[in-house]
């Protein structure tokens, strides 16, 4: 497999066929991170498609001091903002999913019902520490990229990562001590990335 910069370099010679390689490449994490800023799926696509095409505009002016993967989250990033800021509208909640067959139906409900739970305490998270969150943990960037996308110095887009987290245990730990909820699944969540 090519190398991002290696893609770039020939998409900026006009190489059509470099550029829908890093579209294909890209896409999907861009998707999912434009929909955790936008919480509607047709927008989150309008999102996707507006960052590529405002990349590949701008794929000249890309100099290589960050990641290509970096360079496209932060304009996805930015795109998606201005998008929220422009309209408003209902969110489409695609983290509840059906039961299948075979799963007790009860603990089925739990995690539907924890899904929901964490996916509002994240939504009530500081915008900064809710987007470094969501790319950490969702998009499994590491500190460096996020302080790319966020522009922000790795130490601060470390702590509103550290932050997100410990204001999430906090009051995901009350809400489940409210609840009842015991198990093992619920531990594992409050004592990630300890």
């Known amino acids: 497999m090519e190398a991002d910069n290696l893609l770039v370099e020939r998409a900026k ?3 059509m066929t470099a550029f829908s390689e890093l579209v294909v490449r890209h896409q999907k994490s861009l998707l999912r991170l434009a929909f955790r800023v936008v919480r509607d799926l047709q927008t989150a696509q309008d999102v ?18 960050s990641a290509f993967k970096s360079w496209i989250f932060q304009i996805a990033l ?8 422009a309209r408003s509208f209902d969110t489409v909640d ?3 999913t059906p039961v299948s067959d075979g799963v007790d ?4 409900m ?4 924890l899904k929901v739970m964490i996916q509002s305490e994240i939504e009530k998270l500081p915008t900064k520490q809710r987007t470094a969150l969501n ?6 960037l590491s500190f460096a990229e996020i302080a790319e996308v966020m522009a922000c110095p790795y130490d601060t887009a470390k702590a509103n990562y550290r932050h997100a987290l410990m204001k999430l ?12 909820w015991h198990n093992q699944q619920t531990r594992n969540l409050m004592e990630a990335d300890a």
């Open 13 to 15: 010679q006009g190489d």
């Open 48 to 65: 996707v498609q507006e960052s590529f095409f405002k990349a590949h505009q701008k794929l000249k002016s890309f100099e290589g001091r």
């Open 78 to 85: 930015n795109t998606a903002k201005n998008k929220l800021r």
């Open 94 to 96: 695609l983290e509840k």
């Open 105 to 108: 139906i009860e603990e089925a």
């Open 110 to 113: 739990m995690n539907d019902d």
């Open 135 to 140: 790319l950490r943990i969702f998009e499994d």
């Open 169 to 180: 245990r906090h009051q995901l730990s009350e809400s489940l001590v409210v609840e009842g």
